[in-house]
């Protein structure tokens, strides 16, 4: 919202300087954005006299001007065809920036004659692209004065960030209302007294018995013999300051009334409107030329104005070019009407249109506004169009605003932490407009019609306080509950940036994909004993097929591989962590580690050929997460009882006895078939919940000393033959447990099945044997190893061969 310190003063009568005017209306919530001072970069130039103008010696298009200043006369070469002897221009001195040009200008000489400055164009000075000739002035203007205040160009404009509540300060005369209220000046009211209408208007005003036009009220006048020239000097640079472009006086009005009173007005040229204009539905296959040149469809549930030609205007955004005033218009009909605001904002988002009527009406207006509104366009077209205006006609009824709210003062001390005494509350609240009525501590508010916004007692609390000043309220420190400050991150929130880390230093790429999918995705990615497809299904999605919440991350993560795949980029390893959902319940929502290999681990090199990812890279990473956040992963089973998303037998699940922390392995055939993948595609999903917490060791205690070894370590093979369904990690397991206080590890390093071997498998083991306290006998050796044979015998049934 735009608007110049003279514009603010038609309404406020206040001596504050720029400043403080800025300062105080930040301090009651409309943020200053910007001040401009047009007049500073103006400040060198100057109305001069060209007292002789004679042509250039040296060249054909040059004159030489002698200017006078005011103050000196200073001798110019001129260039534009205009310059002539008598005229009055604006002189720039040497030293002088041109904004318009972006340079300086320097003394020198042109041809052979010198040159002390220039004689100004409109887009030298930056004010227009006219540059035709040099700015030619009244011959009454002031030799020697400042050209901007002249101009009017020294009237600094003010911008401000209005917030979506805050629809009555749309207008400069809101504004100065607010201003008032704090104590800045006296507000001067605007003059909203009827005109007298010479005759009946021609045309009336209608609106159409149908269901869902969103125009309650709608008034207007006739005018006849008007005369659309330009609008004045003063009206169009207050117009141009703001940003609007000046056009002809009718429609200046209009805009110059939405500025100054917040109030949308719209002018027909009545010669034009054929029938009565109606406000009704659109109809199927209509389409209206506006007024910014484009065509645009309507739809069938929009509100506009028609008449027997069609479509005239769209209600509440922007009306039509084909009943546009222009400087033929002698006759004219005024709009003047409540749109529901919610629909006017509905239809501009659809049409695309972004109009200051639109953006005033879908915030809300003032209903009384087009009572007054019809009386203030009245007024201004008989000051500066003449012509007669008609009695006023009207269609529909204007809602009516009744609302009276109650502030009870120790409630406003209460919530604010200051005391604000009744008088000044009850001056405030009457400064803004509210009716008020007082009763000791408590006040009796009828909230006026341009402040809709006004809905609770906490709104009275705020309207005090921003205008008392919130720069009152007292600092006070919060008094801390405790001797710390509280843990701002959870060991949860640790674990997922651990998880995240981890899995970014294998190679992989996180991505962050939708929490929703299609309910067919859904659904084969899921246990059907837990997860109900339309327990979980969205009321209002944001796309048709992403109907419900995901119950795994997989789907979305395979589908961004195959994306990566059309674009060339086959070997994708992309990871997120984030929720994955059970069911509706607050607890029905889990914290997955998922991940997806596809490809092969790398590209082509001479020295290591790339291999096709599998099952092992998925269980890689998978326990990679789970010792990053702290898992025991020295304790973990696995067991094949993946989930059937998984391909069977090229899958497992990692476990704490019933206690699943992760699952991983191949993605289904079927699945990868259906998602659109090629090849295998390796995944894991870890369940960051699950994942048990360490073992506190007690508060204040330091980490536990460093144990390093100074014996070297024993390493034994051992071979077992063992049953075909027995799981190798079981085995390494128990020879690991044979003697916990010698055994340091045990692993896997060898399997082989053979018709040899009867329908059984030998697995091999390497044992390692860590001495503690000094170096072990071949008879203590031989003990430890007697005991791996012992325990593996027991545990799985295997016996060593021979």
């Known amino acids: 919202m735009k608007f110049t310190l003279s514009w603010l003063k ?56 002698m200017v006078n200043t005011g103050t000196e006369v200073v001798q110019v070469v001129c260039g534009a065809p205009n310059a002539r002897t008598g005229m009055k221009g604006v002189f720039a001195p040497a030293g002088t920036y041109v904004p318009g040009t972006d340079h300086h200008l320097k003394a020198g000489e042109i041809r052979g004659e010198a040159s002390n400055g220039m004689l100004c164009s409109e887009r030298e000075m930056g004010l227009s692209d006219e540059h035709d000739g040099i700015i030619d002035l009244d011959p009454e203007a002031p030799v020697g004065t400042s050209f901007a205040a002249y101009a009017g160009l020294d009237d600094p404009v003010f911008e401000i960030g209005i917030t979506p509540n805050r629809a009555d300060c749309l207008g400069v005369y809101g504004v100065a209302r607010d201003l008032a209220a704090a104590g800045l000046g006296r507000l001067k ?24 036009i969103y125009c309650d009220y709608v008034a207007g006048r006739h005018f ?20 609007l472009r000046p056009i002809s006086a009718l429609v200046d009005i209009t805009n110059y009334v939405t500025f100054d009173l917040g109030r949308p007005l719209h002018v027909f040229d009545a010669d034009k409107v054929k029938g009565n204009p109606t406000m009704r539905l659109a109809q199927t296959g ?23 030609n069609g479509p005239e205007g769209i209600g509440g955004i922007m009306g039509g070019e084909l009943s546009g005033c222009t400087e033929e218009t002698t006759s004219v009909f005024l709009e003047c009407a409540l749109f529901h605001p919610s629909k006017i904002a509905e239809a501009g988002r659809t049409l695309g249109i972004n109009s200051d009527a639109r953006y005033r009406f879908e915030r809300g207006l003032d209903a009384s506004s087009a009572l007054w509104g019809v009386e203030v366009a009245a007024r201004l077209i008989a000051d500066l169009c003449g012509g007669e205006a008609s009695r006023v006609v009207s269609a529909g009824s204007v809602p009516s605003f009744d609302r009276e709210l109650t502030l009870r003062m120790p409630r406003l001390a209460r919530h604010s932490g200051i005391s604000v005494p009744a008088e000044e509350a009850e001056t405030i609240l009457t ?62 929130q640790r674990r997922v940036a651990f998880a995240k880390k981890v899995l970014a230093q294998r190679g992989m790429l996180e991505a962050v994909t939708w929490s929703f999918m299609p309910t067919e995705l859904a659904v084969q990615f899921s246990d059907p004993a837990i997860f109900d497809p339309a327990a979980m299904k969205l009321a209002n999605p944001i796309n048709a097929e ?20 059309d674009r060339g980029i086959g070997n994708a390893a992309l990871f997120e962590v984030g929720p994955a959902f059970r069911d509706p319940s607050p607890t029905g929502q889990d914290t997955v580690a998922a991940g997806v290999r596809a490809g092969q681990t790398g590209s082509r090199h001479w020295g290591q050929p790339p291999r096709e990812v599998d099952a092992f890279d998925a269980k890689a990473d998978a326990l990679a997460v789970l010792e990053a956040c702290g898992a025991p992963v020295q304790n973990l089973q696995v067991s094949s009882d993946a989930p059937a998303w998984y391909h069977t037998g090229r899958s497992g699940a990692l476990r704490l006895g019933p206690n699943v922390l992760a699952t991983f392995g191949e993605l289904h055939p079927r699945m990868a078939r259906r998602l659109g993948l090629k090849g295998r595609v390796a995944v894991f ?3 960051m919940e699950r994942i048990p917490q360490p073992r506190s060791k007690g508060a204040g205690k330091a980490r536990s000393l460093l144990k390093t070894e100074t014996l070297l370590p024993v390493q034994r093979d051992f071979a077992f033959l063992v049953d075909a369904e027995t799981p190798a990690d079981k085995l390494a397991r128990a020879a690991a447990g044979a003697d916990k206080k010698m055994i340091s590890g045990a692993e896997v390093f060898d399997v082989y099945a053979g018709d040899e071997l009867g329908g059984r498998k030998s697995i091999a083991v390497n044992v390692t044997i860590q001495p503690t ?30």
Not at 224 to 242: C, D, T
Not at 286 to 308: F, H, N, Q, R, S
Not at 552 to 564: D, K, M, T, Y
């Open 10 to 65: 038609d309404h406020l009568d206040t001596d504050a300087s720029v400043q403080e005017i800025a300062d105080k209306l930040t301090a009651i919530g409309l943020e200053i954005e910007s001040v401009e001072d047009p007049s500073a970069d103006l400040a060198p130039f100057v109305i001069g006299y060209v007292e002789e103008a004679r042509k250039h010696p040296n060249a054909d298009r040059l004159r030489v001007c």
């Open 189 to 212: 009211e605007p003059d909203f007294s009827p005109v007298d209408g010479g005759y009946d208007s021609p045309l009336k005003w209608e609106i159409a018995a149908q269901d869902g």
């Open 224 to 243: 006849r013999n008007v005369k659309n020239g330009p609008s004045p000097k003063w009206m169009q640079q207050r117009l141009k300051a703001i940003g």
């Open 286 to 308: 209509e389409t209206i030329l506006a007024l910014d040149g484009k065509e645009y469809p309507l739809e069938e549930w929009m509100t506009v104005i028609a008449d027997e």
């Open 431 to 492: 400064r803004l407009g509210f009716g008020v009525r007082r009763d000791g501590d408590v006040i009796a508010a009828t909230v006026p019609g341009w402040r809709q916004d006004v809905e609770s007692e906490y709104c009275l609390i705020e309207e005090v306080l921003r205008i008392h000043g919130f720069e009152k309220v007292d600092a006070v420190p919060l008094r801390p509950e405790t001797a710390l400050p509280p843990v701002a991150i959870s060991p949860g």
């Open 546 to 565: 992403l109907d419900v919440m995901r119950p795994s991350i997989l789907p979305n993560l395979c589908e961004a591989v195959v994306r990566n795949a």
């Open 685 to 687: 999903e870890v369940f």
């Open 773 to 802: 306290e000094k170096t072990l006998t071949d008879e203590e050796i031989e003990a430890i190893a007697a005991k791996v044979v012992a325990n593996v015998e027991k545990q799985t049934g295997g016996q060593l061969r021979a």
